[in-house]
């Protein structure tokens, strides 16, 4: 069965720091580009960032560019999103899935329960 766990979400203040992890299983992780997305309250979800299978190629929304940095291990089946400099815009509850195509999910039944990550003072 496809599953995702997300972890590593929390309360930090404008300007710090967040590591998100997510762990997936039950498909050939390292076959699939890994997509991160996030969704605010009363917003729909929307495509953050993405790494191509191997992890050469890298993609991110403009409203994140130069601050998060997504990175992948494929010995783990773990796909990560370094976010530096959070802005209050970032607060929101972050999942991610596999790609078929750009924001196009491969596995829409499967979300896991995503974190939720605040950025507040």
């Known amino acids: 069965q496809v599953q995702f766990v997300e972890s590593g979400g929390g309360l930090v203040e404008p300007g710090g720091s967040l590591r998100l992890s997510c762990a997936a299983s039950?498909?050939?992780?390292?076959?699939?580009?890994m997509g991160w997305y996030r969704q605010a309250p009363g917003k729909e979800r929307e495509a953050v960032a993405s790494?191509?299978?191997?992890?050469?190629?890298?993609k991110y929304a403009n409203s994140v560019k130069d601050r998060f940095t997504i990175s992948r291990d494929s010995a783990e089946n773990t796909v990560y999103l370094q976010m530096n400099n959070l802005k209050s815009e970032d607060t929101a509850v972050y999942f991610c899935?596999?790609?078929?195509?750009?924001?196009?999910?491969?596995?829409?039944?499967?979300w896991g329960q995503g974190t939720q990550v605040t950025v507040s003072s």
């Open positions: 790494i191509s299978s191997f992890g050469g190629s890298t």
């Open positions: 039950g498909f050939t992780f390292s076959s699939y580009r």
């Open positions: 899935n596999a790609e078929i195509a750009a924001a196009t999910v491969r596995f829409p039944a499967n």
